[in-house]
Structures are given as structure tokens and as C-alpha cells.
């Protein structure tokens, strides 16, 4: 078991100025802590994903669905499909959990 505070992640990232750091990396998934300060359009992965809004709030499109999102939300995005976040208001602070396709998670490419 592993324990981890997502408001120490989040300082730590700011602190060190980077937008995204892997929290848990496992043969069957893998979780990622993100802030987006800008639009940010998402390549599609070979995984399920899995966003947790920690902080903030914006516009999410999934495929050709669009929706408000806020802190507390969840998103889920099936592999393969496109996705973005924009219209983020100050910052937008995600836990990401990739799982799915085994092979792709160790080692994707960010």
C-alpha cells in the first residue's frame, strides 16, 4: 500500500515548476498528477483515462461531447479518443489514472 498527499504533490510540482509528475507507476496502471495553467489538448493514448479534478475549473471535450468541469469532477476518456481542456479559469489540477492496455502504460510516451 502507498499513501500520498495530492496537496504535497502539487506543491512540489509548483516549487519545482513542472506541469506534470508520476505519482505510481504499476504493470497494470499507471497515475500522474497534472496542472494546466493553458488550453490543453490531449493526444489520444493507447489506455483508459481517468481524470479526477483536484483544483479549478474549465471546459472538457471528450470526442464530440462537451461540459463544464470543477474541482471534484471526474472524466473519463476511453483509449484512443481525442480530448481537451480549455476555458481553464486560473489553473486546472488533475490526478490522472491511466490503465488498460499493459503494454502501453510502461513507458508511454508523455
Not at 1 to 10: D, F, Q, R
Not at 38 to 49: C, F, I, M, R, V
Not at 86 to 97: G, H, M, N, R
Request: aromatic share 8%; glycine share 6%.
Amino acid at each position: 500500500m502507498s499513501h500520498v498527499s495530492t496537496t504535497e504533490l502539487v506543491e512540489q510540482l509548483e516549487q519545482e515548476d513542472r506541469h506534470y509528475g508520476e505519482v505510481l507507476s504499476e504493470q497494470s496502471m499507471s497515475v500522474e498528477i497534472a496542472r494546466y495553467p493553458n488550453p490543453a489538448p490531449k493526444t489520444p493514448h493507447k489506455e483508459d483515462e481517468l481524470y479526477y479534478i483536484i483544483a479549478g475549473s474549465g471546459t472538457a471535450s471528450v470526442d464530440e461531447e462537451t461540459f463544464t468541469i470543477e474541482e471534484g469532477d471526474v472524466v473519463y476518456v476511453e483509449k484512443g479518443v481525442q480530448h481537451d481542456f480549455y476555458d481553464i479559469d486560473d489553473e486546472l489540477v488533475a490526478l490522472i489514472v491511466f490503465a488498460g492496455a499493459e503494454e502501453s502504460v510502461l513507458g508511454r510516451d508523455l
